[in-house]
């Protein structure tokens, strides 16, 4: 089982589809400890430039960092310095951030959470209740290619009561160091090269790379009556596996009708679920995105039998035994 970041606050990112209920990501789930402790909004931090501790090997971005122990007393307010500075896209807060990091306790240099070991980095959105708000505040602004060391007192952690999970008391000061690998928000795209779509009998899927949603001209014919997962955009990043969770963008419509059932640019926020756990909700899309690459842009066709069947959602326009049309962009896999 993959283990899961000790830096989730609460469930986030998670925009569940139609009908599907609210089953939470794997990706989005955690320990209550890991919930910030304010009950409500405080002042965002002073943000100050140390004191920081050393990386003393691994200095390279991407590498595991091995980081000195804190000396004397860290800053009551929260400590953030670029190391090494990146030139891509400014991260904002509610985007998705994809990076590695390490994290340790300042006094005695303890590490309780690396994801360089696990070969797999995290995702997380910076917004309240998603993430310790020592990221939240202290990436935004930062850019992609960058990596930044911080200290986060409690409390911009989990506060008093500290995290029993990682070992983490109420009064411990963190220590981060993060490469931040890429980012998303609402106005991100597929980037893959074109595919060519000839088969009249299948929607064609606008191929627009803006962040804004593309075309889906659904043809006068009859529908498939198996899965039909094809490439519209053909990405160069890894095959989505199985049992990984994907942070998409996506459009769906009725076969038969036309008309929109849900759309994450029309919501304006990104949705990421289990492959998993969508294997138990609507077939189709576990198993239409599985095997196809990040960065793609996927036309998937499902039948009602992967789709919502004889129990369609109710007081929307999938009725029952609908056959579904979906864009979707795959962004990341986890």
């Known amino acids: 089982m993959r283990r899961r970041s000790l830096l989730i606050a609460l469930p986030a990112g998670l925009v569940t589809l139609a009908g599907c209920g609210d089953d939470k990501s794997d990706s989005s789930k955690a320990s209550e ?38 000396d004397g007393d860290p800053s009551k307010d929260l400590a953030v310095k670029t190391l090494i500075a990146g030139d891509g896209q400014t991260l904002a807060e509610n985007d998705f951030v994809q990076a590695h990091y390490l994290g ?3 006094n005695t240099a303890k590490v309780f959470d690396n994801s360089y070991d696990r070969k797999t980095p995290l995702m997380i959105q910076l917004a309240k209740g998603s993430v310790i708000d020592g990221w939240r505040y202290g990436l935004a602004g930062r850019k992609v290619g960058s990596r930044v060391v911080m200290a986060v007192p409690p409390t911009w952690g989990y506060g008093p009561e500290g995290n029993a999970q990682a070992g983490i008391k109420g009064t411990d000061t963190l220590v981060f160091v993060i490469d931040i690998q890429d980012t998303f928000n609402a106005k991100s795209s597929a980037k893959g090269e074109v595919v060519d779509q000839s088969d009249a009998a299948l929607p064609k899927v606008g191929t627009n790379t803006d962040g804004k949603a593309p075309s889906i001209d659904i043809p006068d014919a009859d529908a498939p009556t198996k899965l039909v997962s094809a490439y519209v955009l053909e990405g160069d990043g890894p095959v989505v596996k199985a ?25 304006k926020q990104l949705s990421s679920f289990s492959l998993a756990q969508m294997q138990q909700l609507v077939k189709g899309l ?32 999938i009725t029952k035994d609908s056959t579904l049309v979906f864009s979707v962009d795959i962004l990341a896999a986890m």
């Open 104 to 106: 340790q306790i300042w």
């Open 243 to 267: 049992d990984q969770t994907v942070l998409v963008q996506f459009k769906g419509l009725v076969w038969d009708s036309g008309k929109e059932f849900e759309s994450t640019y029309t919501r």
């Open 286 to 317: 576990a198993q239409g995105l599985t095997g196809k690459k990040v960065g793609s842009r996927v036309l998937l066709v499902m039948p009602p039998k992967l789709g919502y069947g004889d129990n369609p959602p109710a007081g929307g326009v």
């Open 33 to 70: 400890s890991a919930s910030p402790s304010a009950p409500s909004e405080p002042p965002p931090p002073k943000i100050v430039d140390g004191p920081l501790p050393k990386v003393t090997a691994g200095t390279q971005f991407g590498q595991k960092p091995t980081v000195a122990k804190g």
